[in-house]
């Protein structure tokens, strides 16, 4: 049984009629005042609804059909409590046919996250009141009144059992621990859980201060307010060649409004591959640019920054923005140039690989700068970007975020925004993992040339690339084939690339270097050697390279021979990366990696024995209440701390 849900987001636009339909079809009831869970009011464009699970209603302001504040209230006095961004409605009733899957909001769906993932018979499950448990599946019982209801069974220790009803579902969470550990169960009663949440909570205290301390000193130093959009914003906006999706609008929006805040940005944008990512952080650096400020963009690999480079000079040709790009393909003496030119503000948009965090960097006026996929800069690179982030505006882009920053966003320390909406025409990838096959290889090659496209093999192995590409030119004789890599002279590297975007090239064989960035719309195979040895969020960027157009693609993912034995963890990546073939799987490909690898590798050793006791989703409830605590009680000294926590 899964709960299907309603979405509301703040400044997106809702069709009314459907919205009220729906919540009645969910089992809300339409009363004057909303008294308790299940209640809904409609007055005009005013709604207050009582959600399932809630403490407070909710009450949603409407301005014509856009949805102009979310917000909950004292049910008594109707003061309002906190504004919230998003809410998820679960229904009151089953609306049909369901299996037991969690859309609970991430909110105060109370509960930090939604896990994305079917709840099996013998899994790990975690009851707050109650403790770690074995789930047992589901059963139908009767209530004192003799009517039947579903319940989730948990068995504890001595072969003791829970019953759950459905509608204290909240209580409970698949536990996430670590990889390879079975955590401890205990007697049904026993005070053993009360004195481990009691001990996890105490540790925990230190681990909120650490994490509010960056965002206190970012809410003390004022930073930098930029101003409301000009005409000149409004012309490039409106030259976009594409339509816009609603996930773009709303991320635009979200990214503005803290520009123009006083205090620093630090927003991670989340977006599917091929989403429109690069087109709001463009948007957000000729903002930063109208108000000469200077804005710096930082990507992981040299072909990423070309393609940037390309995209943004495009974009912003028609206006006198001076755009320069550094990366090893610029020589030496051209790359003097350009660190003067930065020094002395003749350069408004700077986009380059980690030689941006070098220490002969100068800026004027540096206002923003943009993170392209943070996961790939190394500890010594973090530490200068934790360091910019006192000082501006931070916007960070992702297909699949990094443990840390998934969890620090649905934590409410850093703040989010989500493009889920696919571009039109959109077609999600085929994807097949199978075992490593020549007559398969050669029948997907000759199939994709043959309708005029090509092909990405990829193989992460420096050195013995060579002998794969000898290997595939005696397997497909007439197929053009090339190398690329990142040890390659630059020379090389970028007249291999340029070949293939002139289709020079049929099929090129490459390591991951074309993992972010490349983005060749007519290349639409990819065929992965040695997919075991990738992790879940690698081989999803990879499979993001093909497909970005209207074009079917295809994925193939492959693994040795049976005589090679797969772990059980990769067995599950392997499978989830199949699974989640539909458009806007990145965030759930990260939340699966985390359930996958566990989550002791977030905070690092210090914290595995405190998730280990009370699984990573409890954790985060403690974390999130020690946070809030805290914020509170050092709000005299730090009176614009609160806007973190809200």
Known sequence: MFFKSIKLYKDKEIELDNFVSEIVRFGYENVKAVSEEGDFSRRGGIIDIFPLTFECPIRIELFDNIVESIYSYDINTGEKLVSHDVMIILPKRETGKYKLEKDISVFNEEVPIDYFVDLNKGDYIVHVKYGIGKFQGVKRLKDKKGNYEKYLCIEYADKEKLYVPYRDMHLVQKFIGIEGRVPKIYKLGSKQWDKIKKKTKEKIWNLAGELLELQAKRSVLKGYSFSKDTDWQRKLEEEFPYEETPGQIRANVEVKRDMESIHPMDRLLCGD??????????????????????????????????????????????????????????????????????????????????????DDIRFKNLGLVIIDEEQRFGVKHKEKLKHLRLLVDILTLTATPIPRTLYMSLMGVKNMSIIDTPPKDRIPISTMVTEFDEDLIKRAVL???????????????????????????????????????????????????????????????????????????????????????????????????????KQKA???????QKKAVLTESTKKRLKAIQKHTELGAGFKIAMKDLMIRGAGNLLGPEQHGYIMNVGFDLYCRLLREAVSNLAVSSSQAYPEIMHVVK
């Open 554 to 560: 295809y994925a193939y993912l492959l693994v040795p």
């Open 273 to 358: 591959v091929g989403y429109g990512k690069t087109e709001v952080a463009l948007r957000a650096a000729f903002k930063a640019v109208m108000d000469n400020k200077q804005v710096a963009m930082l990507v992981p690999t040299t072909i990423l920054a070309e393609q940037h480079f390309y995209t943004f000079s495009e974009r912003l040709s028609s206006f006198p923005v001076n755009i320069k790009m550094l990366s090893r393909f610029i020589s030496s003496s051209e790359q003097k140039d350009i660190l003067n030119l930065i020094k002395h503000r003749k350069v408004d948009i700077i986009i380059g690989t980690h030689r941006l965090l070098s």
């Open 447 to 549: 199939h994709e040339v043959k309708r005029g496209g090509q092909i990405y093999f990829v193989h992460n192995r420096v050195y013995d690339i060579e002998d794969v590409a000898a290997k595939l030119k005696k397997l497909l004789p007439d197929i053009k084939i090339g190398i690329s890599h990142g040890q390659m002279a630059n020379k090389d590297l970028e007249k291999v690339i340029l070949d293939f975007l002139k289709k020079k090239i049929d099929l090129l064989v490459t390591t991951t270097i074309i993992q972010s960035g490349i983005d060749i719309p007519n290349v639409n195979t990819l065929i992965v050697d040695r997919a075991d040895t990738f992790g879940l969020g690698d081989l999803y960027q990879l499979k993001g390279r093909v497909g970005r157009f």
